[in-house]
């Protein structure tokens, strides 16, 4: 029998409302009880930054900068060429006692699939340098590539709430690519999902006393 997986694409919106639902939709996984799949898009050009990085000053005049909740490098958005997406998993699914590892690899099984094009998962670190912001310079055991092209990647956090993975594809994958792609890979039946009022008045309260405030975005700099 085909596992139910919860299907939100949601509109264009800022970088703090963005980070901020996720962490919502985090809260309330237990609630849900099942597992849920989030692609969304950004209102103008973005960067994120992974929760232990510093900020990158270097880009602030530029872009609309946010720290994520998770680890990671940075990665540019709202280019018109990159996929933004977000997968939760309640405490008790499987992806949240997996290995971060396993989780990681096997979600980003899913978005290879989604992809096509001969990507898959590399089992390989990458031997370029590495860098201390750009994710898309340091491909890693479990993101995608194709061709020697790191094309996927994607950090996690987990708390009593479950598991939240947040990934970006460096293509413009769409949100019904990316839904094949997770219900081939996790034999599961996918429905739509909107937020409900209390993860909407949290997204809302978190983006602004969190994820727009330079108490969070400048915390390491």
Not at 30 to 46: D, G, I, M, N, T
Not at 91 to 115: E, F, N, Q
Not at 132 to 155: E, I, M, Q, S, W
Not at 193 to 211: C, F, G, I, M, V
Request: charged share 20%; proline share 5%.
């Amino acid at each position: 029998m085909a596992e139910i997986w919860n299907f939100l694409q949601s509109p264009a919106n800022n970088a703090a409302f963005n980070m901020a639902l996720d962490e919502a939709l985090l809260h309330t996984a237990a609630q849900r009880k099942q597992p849920l799949l989030r692609v969304y898009r950004w209102e103008k050009a973005a960067v994120s930054f992974g929760y232990f990085q510093k900020f990158p000053r270097q880009l602030a005049d530029r872009y609309e900068i946010v720290r994520r909740p998770t680890g990671g490098g940075l990665v540019y958005h709202g280019d018109g060429v990159d996929t933004t997406y977000t997968v939760i998993a309640p405490p008790a699914h499987r992806l949240s006692t997996m290995s971060t590892s396993d989780a990681y690899g096997t979600i980003h099984k899913a978005v290879a699939v989604a992809i096509g094009n001969q990507s898959q998962v590399t089992n390989h670190q990458s031997s370029l340098p590495r860098s201390n912001y750009d994710c898309f310079t340091n491909p890693v055991p479990g993101d995608v590539v194709a061709n020697g092209r790191k094309l996927a990647g994607g950090a996690q956090r987990r708390n009593k709430y479950g598991m939240l993975h947040q990934g970006s594809i460096a293509l413009r994958v769409s949100a019904k690519q990316l839904a094949h792609g997770f219900s081939a890979t996790f034999d599961s039946k996918l429905q739509s999902y909107s937020p409900t009022d209390q993860e909407r008045s949290l997204a809302d309260r978190l983006a602004h006393e969190k994820y727009a405030t330079d108490a969070w975005n400048r915390r390491v700099s």
